[in-house]
Nanobody
Framework: QVQLVESGGGLVQPGGSLRLSCAAS????????MGWYRQAPGKQRELVAR???????NYPDSAKGRFTISRDNAKNTMYLQMNSLKPEDTAVYYC??????????????WGQGTQVTVSS
């Protein structure tokens, strides 16, 4: 089994910044792609940023220029630096990881989510 634990969420004023972290632990041989998703009340879960094991990244237009995803493969940890936050960024942010375990099985894992609220 693999556990993903997010941290770093909270309340921030518009224009402010937050840094989210996602730590993976458990039966991990290698973590392939990792990503951040978010879900606002009444809306579908959407991609915020994604990063491959090699460090290639992709962002939707809503995050480009404001959010930066990174990862530390040695620590099995992923980060999301969020700048210039807007009220519409308010959501629960989820960590996602595609993990190959020691039995060579590849599974998709999700964290429990961390709340980000952007409000004055």
């Amino acid at each position: 089994q693999v556990q993903l634990v997010e941290s770093g969420g909270g309340l921030v004023q518009p224009g402010g910044s937050l840094r989210l972290s996602c730590a993976a632990s458990g039966s991990i041989f290698v973590i392939n792609a990792m990503g951040w998703y978010r879900q606002a009340p009444g809306k579908q879960r959407e991609l915020v940023a994604r990063i491959t094991s090699g460090g290639s990244t992709n962002y939707p237009d809503s995050a480009k220029g404001r959010f930066t995803i990174s990862r530390d493969n040695a620590k099995n940890t992923m980060y999301l630096q969020m700048n210039s936050l807007k009220p519409e960024d308010t959501a629960v942010y989820y960590c996602n990881a595609l993990v190959r375990d020691y039995n060579n099985y590849v599974r998709d894992y999700w964290g429990q989510g961390t709340q980000v609220t952007v409000s004055s």
